[in-house]
């Protein structure tokens, strides 16, 4: 019998979770079910202990319910406490585990799968919600030279820094239209290109040398990607950072870290 394993959320029909962890499932031979499973906006808690009750081993969290399972875990890592989110939670022995895989997702896709060194890097961050949270400590653990936290609000960028700050650990906040100069890596951490939107960055951020990062995806350049290719910068998107998160997951879950490099191109040749 297989070991279930299910992504909660609301909405979830457009989760690529199940098809994601089917081929690390085949890939490594780990017995395992995975399927999506929708809760109610005011029903997570109580899902989520049905799926136990039913026999489940763990589960991802999407939106809107991070947050949420943050609360509910028993025990969480030290990754989840720094981000203040979970999107991993393992059931053993009666208690509810709580991990972030998020910013451990976006370090392998930006080092391993693009082969852009982090250490002694200039990285520029923009955003200061969630999503920013969710990678600073990944990306201080990388040793960068600076990182700099761009937000319209820049009080919000400021509670982040005190958050993080620690001995040695170079961090800035600003606002977006104090930002000058060139970055080497420059990594939007918005919700703007759900929305083809831009973040208000100048175009002086980017250069020849910079790596411009969107966490978001789809079937072409967001509209980020494309002013910072526009500025000399080369781009990608958050497509990798998705495989790879779910990748440490089932490391979470399994102890076996998949091949993540043919599950991208696969889910790449869908878009």
Not at 79 to 92: I, K, P
Not at 245 to 269: I, K, M, N, S
Request: cysteine-free; proline content about 6%.
């Amino acid at each position: 019998m297989a070991d279930r394993y299910v992504v909660i959320g609301n909405p979830i029909a457009h989760s690529k979770s199940p098809q994601i962890h089917a081929r690390f499932a085949q890939q490594t031979g780990e017995p395992v079910a995975y399927d999506r499973l929708l809760a109610p906006l005011d029903g997570f808690e109580a899902t989520v202990r049905d799926f136990i009750a039913a026999g489940g081993r763990g589960a991802n969290v999407t939106v809107p319910f991070k947050l949420e399972a943050f609360t509910l875990a028993d025990r969480r890592s030290a990754r989840a406490e720094a981000a203040g989110a979970v999107n991993t939670l393992s059931f053993e022995a009666g208690a509810v585990i709580g991990d972030n895989t998020d910013g451990v997702g976006l370090v392998r896709d930006i080092v391993l799968r693009a082969g852009v060194p982090l250490a002694d890097a200039r990285v520029l961050l923009l955003g200061a919600g969630g999503a920013a949270r969710g990678v600073i400590l990944p990306l201080l653990e990388e040793a960068p030279d600076e990182i700099v936290i761009a937000n319209r609000t820049v009080a919000r960028a400021e509670a982040l820094i005190e958050q993080f700050a620690q001995p040695g650990s170079r961090l800035r906040a600003v606002q977006f239209d104090a930002l000058a100069g060139a970055f080497d890596i420059v990594i939007n951490a918005t919700s703007a290109s759900l929305s083809a939107e831009l973040p208000p960055v100048p175009p002086s951020v980017f250069g020849a040398q910079t790596f411009a990062y969107d966490m978001m995806y789809g079937a072409g350049p967001t509209v980020f990607m494309q002013l910072a290719a526009a500025h000399g910068a080369s781009v990608r998107d958050g497509l990798g950072m998705l495989v790879e998160q779910a990748a440490e997951a089932f490391f979470v879950w399994r102890g076996v870290l998949p091949d993540t490099a043919p599950v991208y191109q696969w889910l790449r040749e869908q878009l």
